[in-house]
């Protein structure tokens, strides 16, 4: 079955090679003293460094075959993921001088991908595709409600608005890279597939990034009903992201999904014009294409 990708005319993937937080310190409660969102967030950069290699080798493992411009996004995909990884990854070096130890979030990560990477690579790149997903409405949902980064340590809130354009600009390739891989298959087994490991990778993604937050917290001395509650309260309620990204996750499933169905490239748009013109790569016009 063919599928046109639908993104927007003129959108460019361009890998944005920032550095944030060198030579400072990161406070350990970041998130304007708030110690629930600060684990929240801290548990999510803590899958980042392992995670994103994983989406790369997935996605990179599929592209024979790829029409030129699908091969050019997955070369500026893979790039972006790279320099996310690197920016994490000092992030949670800041961290952990912070007095953190995420050992054992990094450890889970590391035992659910030897898990996928012990089955053929079209679940690696299932799973990639699912995730990307997630991160991208997460990401949306990040810029588009100021709130969510209010207060934080202000090199720390660059460094995820960063990623999160990022996020939202490449949000098609891994998907379009499934279509590519799957483009023999009846239409009914793609959607059962994608559906099946969708909803396996949200009960995953929920219980090992709220065991991660925990442990986080447990690190802070705060335990017991007193963790639980704040947490899922920051989670759900308020700010709640997890709460207003329903809607996104759940249009997955329909039918004739593609990312790119809602275009909010005005995100991109809305980052790029706050920060300032020397941290503004050159954008160089992509047509849209066929998967």
């Known amino acids: 079955m063919a599928h046109a990708t639908i993104s927007p005319a003129g959108l460019t993937i361009t890998p944005r090679d920032r550095r944030f937080g060198r030579g400072q310190?990161?406070?350990?409660?970041?998130h304007g003293?708030?110690?629930?969102?600060?684990?929240?967030?801290?548990?999510?950069?803590?899958?980042?460094?392992?995670?994103?290699?994983?989406?790369?080798?997935?996605?990179?493992?599929?592209?024979?075959?790829?029409?030129?411009?699908?091969?050019e996004d997955i070369a500026n995909f893979t790039t972006q993921e790279v320099v996310h990884s690197r920016e994490h990854l000092a992030f949670n070096r800041r961290a952990a001088e912070s007095g953190?130890?995420?050992?054992?979030?990094?450890?889970?990560?590391?035992?659910?991908?030897?898990?996928?990477?012990?089955?053929?690579?079209?679940?690696?790149?299932?799973?990639?595709?699912?995730?990307?997903?997630?991160t991208a409405i997460l990401a949306h949902e990040l810029l588009a409600d100021p709130r969510h980064l209010a207060g934080a340590d202000p090199a720390t809130a660059d460094l995820w608005r960063w990623h999160a354009a990022e996020e939202i600009e490449h949000k098609g390739v891994a998907f379009d890279t499934w279509l590519h891989a799957t483009r023999g298959w009846p239409r009914f087994k793609r959607w059962?597939?994608?559906?099946?490991?969708?909803?396996?990778?949200?009960?995953?993604?929920?219980?090992?990034?709220?065991?991660?937050?925990?442990?986080?917290?447990?690190?802070?001395?705060?335990?017991?009903?007193?963790?639980?509650?704040?947490?899922?309260?920051?989670?759900w309620v308020a700010p709640g992201m997890l709460r207003k990204i329903f809607s996104a996750w759940a249009a997955f499933f329909m039918p004739r999904f593609h990312p790119w169905n809602h275009d909010d490239s005005a995100l991109i748009a809305n980052y790029?014009?706050?920060?300032?013109?020397?941290?503004?790569?050159?954008?160089?016009?992509?047509?849209s294409h066929a998967a």
């Open 25 to 30: 310190a990161t406070p350990r409660w970041w």
């Open 272 to 287: 790029e014009a706050q920060v300032p013109a020397t941290a503004a790569p050159e954008r160089t016009v992509r047509r």
């Open 33 to 71: 003293g708030d110690p629930y969102a600060t684990a929240l967030y801290n548990a999510l950069s803590a899958t980042f460094p392992i995670g994103e290699a994983f989406f790369v080798e997935s996605v990179r493992a599929f592209r024979d075959g790829a029409d030129p411009q699908l091969a």
């Open 100 to 134: 953190y130890d995420l050992t054992p979030l990094e450890e889970r990560v590391r035992q659910r991908l030897a898990l996928t990477r012990s089955r053929p690579p079209i679940v690696s790149l299932a799973a990639t595709m699912a995730l990307e997903h997630f």
């Open 192 to 235: 059962k597939v994608k559906a099946k490991v969708m909803l396996l990778i949200t009960r995953n993604f929920l219980v090992d990034r709220t065991a991660g937050a925990i442990e986080l917290l447990r690190q802070d001395g705060i335990t017991g009903l007193r963790a639980w509650a704040g947490l899922l309260w920051s989670m």
